[in-house]
């Protein structure tokens, strides 16, 4: 069954400065490789291919604008207790949302229970194994919580699959979808 999900993708200048943060100070955790740097607009799960294939189908008929992204701060997942996740944040602009909630409302139509907790747009930086002893990543969010990238425009999406390897997933796109240009 294919394990699958719906992101956006990074421009390759904006995978090079994100990568320029790894830092041997922090715990060992696992950083992503550059091609699975992505921000995720909705997690499927594993689903049959027959409902694969349906997902594909119907988040071609996404209307969304295309829009700038702009990826600022850094952060940890939980946020008030031991991280396991630590990561850049991203602008929660409106045509972020419209095009998170159009996705949504897509895949609403063919069966998908929507996400429960609030859209928290970020870029996942590293896992840990286990959680972190409270504090030990602050010092390293406090000295990057001023990280930016220059904004860059979004023009499409797609519906990823990810296949869990022991070294990490290796995310591969089944089909990609143009967001609609602003005419002028």
Same mark, same amino acid.
């Given at each position: 069954m294919p394990r699958l999900f719906v992101a956006i993708d990074l421009p390759e200048d904006t995978k090079d400065a994100i990568l320029r943060l790894r830092q041997d100070d922090l715990p060992p955790g696992r950083w992503p490789r550059r091609d699975a740097l992505h921000l995720t607009l909705h997690f499927i799960g594993n689903v049959?291919?027959?409902?694969?294939?349906?997902?594909?189908?119907?988040?071609?008929?996404?209307?969304?604008?295309?829009?700038?992204?702009? @990826?600022?701060?850094?952060?940890?997942?939980? @946020?008030?207790?031991?991280?396991?996740?630590?990561?850049?944040?991203?602008?929660?602009?409106?045509?972020?949302?419209?095009?998170?909630?159009?996705?949504?409302?897509?895949?609403?139509?063919?069966?998908?229970?929507?996400?429960?907790?609030r859209f928290h747009p970020h870029i996942t930086l590293m896992r840990f194994k286990k959680p972190l002893r409270r504090g030990l990543a602050s010092t390293w969010i406090r000295e990057h919580m001023d990280f930016f990238c220059e904004p860059f425009p979004v023009t499409q999406f797609a519906l990823y699959e990810s296949d869990l390897q022991p070294s990490g997933a290796v995310y591969s796109k089944r089909e990609v979808y143009n967001l609609e240009r602003a005419v002028n």
């Open positions: 049959p291919e027959a409902v694969a294939r349906a997902y594909g189908r119907i988040l071609r008929e996404v209307d969304a604008p295309a829009f700038d992204l702009r @990826i600022t701060g850094v952060g940890q997942f939980p @946020i008030e207790a031991r991280p396991r996740v630590i990561w850049t944040g991203v602008e929660n602009t409106p045509p972020l949302r419209e095009v998170y909630e159009a996705v949504g409302r897509a895949l609403e139509r063919e069966g998908f229970q929507r996400e429960r907790r």
